[in-house]
């Protein structure tokens, strides 16, 4: 038996080939070789489902969340600040959230 890869030439005796073949064919019947292109279609499934579903939940949270829109946030910040200060000059009580 002969194997050309990249103009190099691989013998190998018809009793060696068979050997492989053979060995190769017990291993297919190892249930992880059996179910191994399974799973990695499971995986990459799981894992292109996970992240569109977190791409999915980025978009509505940054939708439906004030601090994130970039108009917004500094006059939140600026807010919050002043909101601190106020409540750590004792005037009156004041309960921070």
């Not at 292109?48 to 006059?75: G, H, Q, V, Y």
Request: glycine letters at 2%.
């Amino acid at each position: 038996m002969t194997h050309f890869l990249n103009g190099e030439a691989d013998f190998a005796t018809i009793p060696d080939f068979m050997r492989d073949v053979n060995n190769f064919r017990k291993m297919k019947e190892i249930k992880f070789f059996d179910q191994c292109r399974l799973w990695k279609s499971f995986f990459l499934w799981r894992r292109c489902m996970r992240k569109s579903k977190m791409a999915e939940r980025e978009e509505s949270l940054s939708k439906s969340l004030f601090i994130t829109d970039f108009d917004l946030c500094p006059s939140l910040i600026k807010i919050r600040e002043l909101y601190i200060k106020l409540s750590n000059t004792d005037c009156f009580p004041v309960i921070l959230i």
